[in-house]
């Protein structure tokens, strides 16, 4: 029993130095993941003006410039981010006397594509995806129903932002 647990502390000795914070400031001359984020332009997302689907796309636009930069603007860009994204809504549960749902999902399909600017070339491209379901409080309530539309919306938006800004964390630190 003593050897087992002496074995375990040394593996656990030798690895203790193998953890390196993601977005810890480097000690020799290389930027920190931080400052490589803020040189990422996130552009435009095109979609109709006016539309449910432009509001979403500013809501990940900002969400994502905030993840970033931590501001509306970062550093002169290295990178451009461009996204696509299409959206779905399904109802998951009908009530038995009324027909009507009780219970829908809300769900963004995002491509997303990294170019550095020096070269123009293309070096990640990669997708992400978010699902949330929301309840509808009672048939008659049309607004509580909207509400509780924008709401996984939202929810959806932030969930994209995360998982890009979370991809482009990785992406810079693996330096791949």
Same mark, same amino acid.
């Given at each position: 029993?003593?050897?087992?647990?002496?074995?375990?502390? =040394? @593996? +656990?000795?030798?690895?203790? %130095?193998?953890?390196?914070?993601?977005?810890?400031? $480097?000690?020799? &001359?290389?930027?920190?993941?931080?400052?490589?984020?803020?040189?990422?332009?996130?552009?435009?997302?095109?979609?109709?003006?006016?539309?449910?689907?432009?509001?979403?796309?500013?809501?990940?636009?900002? =969400? @994502? +410039?905030?993840?970033?930069? %931590?501001?509306?603007?970062?550093?002169?860009?290295? $990178?451009?981010? &461009?996204?696509?994204?299409?959206?779905?809504?399904?109802?998951?549960?009908?009530?038995?006397?009324?027909?009507?749902?009780?219970?829908?999902?809300y769900g963004i399909d995002a491509q997303y594509q990294l170019t550095e600017v020096a070269t123009g070339k293309v070096v990640l491209s990669a997708s992400t995806f978010?699902?949330?379901?929301?309840?509808?409080?009672?048939?008659?309530?049309?607004?509580?129903?909207?509400?509780?539309?924008?709401?996984?919306?939202?929810?959806?938006?932030?969930?994209?932002?995360?998982?890009?800004?979370?991809?482009?964390a990785g992406f810079f630190y693996s330096g791949m």
């Amino acid at each position: 029993m003593a050897a087992r647990l002496i074995v375990v502390a =040394a @593996l +656990a000795a030798l690895t203790a %130095g193998c953890f390196h914070p993601l977005y810890a400031e $480097h000690t020799d &001359s290389t930027p920190a993941v931080r400052e490589k984020l803020m040189g990422v332009e996130v552009l435009p997302i095109d979609k109709p003006n006016a539309s449910r689907d432009a509001r979403i796309g500013v809501a990940i636009r900002n =969400a @994502l +410039a905030f993840k970033l930069y %931590g501001g509306p603007t970062g550093m002169p860009p290295t $990178h451009k981010l &461009s996204i696509k994204f299409t959206t779905s809504r399904s109802s998951l549960i009908l009530d038995p006397l009324t027909a009507l749902p009780a219970n829908e999902s809300y769900g963004i399909d995002a491509q997303y594509q990294l170019t550095e600017v020096a070269t123009g070339k293309v070096v990640l491209s990669a997708s992400t995806f978010a699902r949330n379901s929301y309840d509808i409080p009672g048939q008659l309530q049309r607004f509580a129903r909207a509400r509780a539309y924008r709401d996984a919306e939202d929810r959806a938006a932030q969930e994209i932002a995360d998982n890009i800004n979370t991809r482009l964390a990785g992406f810079f630190y693996s330096g791949m």
